[in-house]
């Protein structure tokens, strides 16, 4: 299946199915990989009676390379299939079908399935209504999310927490991970205790571990993994199962061990060892410290207000704009509130009408 990063390559895989083309068809398709746009052409042939239409898999669309995954809030593969598809209709006088431009969707119909299809409540993009029974039958999956989303957002709803990492050193910040719960952390059973010595109740704690703490924690990574080591075995994997398997190979101590990434625990243990390891190592030749970032007394809607503000509006907007995102959503007092908050939390500073995120805010998003 190619990818179809021009009009030209689209054009040649037309020509190559052969026939009339009537309809040219933009799908989703998602799994475990992640989403692709493909393209499906169908297709005229014979005359009167024995005319046949054939639905014909075109290939994948793809941005070149450089072009980041979303352009204007759209997927940008949504952008070129739209450019595409203007410039076949206008070659071959087709009907360009592409239901879901906005949205990565795939419970939107085929061409052909438009009359099992409904419209959705809320976007009124045509979906095959699902038939799970946790799902609402009249709008689509992403309506249904932002529902929920909305709701948490005017309820102001805990937000799970989680804890972030970072190497720090003169103003820099290098981010090492995020879990959900402190405990998940590989290097959590060797400075738990410490780390709980160390918190507060604050809304946000920062917890900081210095360079003899790292030394003494790379000591104890070291013993532990050495250990594990001692009972290392080379994967052996079933030919069934090697489709669904995947190993890499970790160098420590001069030595290196193949590991597998998936179904197998204590591998997983190695490798996370050996990562522990390595970070320290990085840690105290760079003169770096650790610091842990507990997120306890922060809402959904703080969250997503520290969101919208360093990734849409690149760290800095103003309040007007602030309460056109949530328009409907949240009254404009409920916005000031919210932001006057985040401002004593020393997440955003706020000038006149300007909102800036600070370093502190960056850091538990």
Sequence with gaps: MPDITTFETLDREIERIGGKPIVLEALWAGDTGGWYLLLYIYTVKGIFFFKRTTRHLLGEVSSPEGIE????????????????????????????????????DEDCPAWTERHL???????????????????????????????????????DSPADGG??????????????????????????????????NRLNENA??????????????????????????????????????????????????GKEYELMRNFNDEHIRISNFIHSVETAEKAIAENYIYEFYFNKGITYRDDSFLRFIHYVCHGRTNIADISNRYTNILTDTEVLQTLKKLEQLRCVMISNDGVQITQLGQCII
């Design 69 to 104: 995954y979303f352009t204007n809030g759209k997927p940008s593969v949504s952008l070129l299939a739209e450019q595409f598809g203007n410039k076949a209709s206008e070659k071959y006088n087709l009907t360009f079908y592409f239901p879901s431009p906005k949205d990565t």
């Design 204 to 253: 946000i704690d920062i917890v900081k571990l210095d360079r003899q703490d790292i030394i003494e924690l790379k000591g104890k990574l070291e013993n532990a993994l050495d250990q594990k080591l001692d009972k290392y075995e080379i994967p052996v994997i079933d030919e069934r199962k090697k489709r669904f398997i995947i190993t890499h190979t970790l160098k420590y101590k």
């Design 117 to 155: 299809a409904i419209t959705c409540a809320d976007c009124s993009k045509l979906i095959i209504p699902t038939d799970s029974p946790h799902l609402p039958k009249d709008i689509c999956y992403d309506c249904h999310l932002t529902r929920e989303e909305n709701e948490k957002l005017k309820d």
């Design 163 to 196: 804890v972030h990492m970072y190497l720090y050193k003169d103003d820099e910040y290098e981010p090492i991970g995020y879990c959900t719960n402190f405990e998940s952390f590989p290097i959590a059973p060797f400075i738990e205790e410490k780390v709980k």
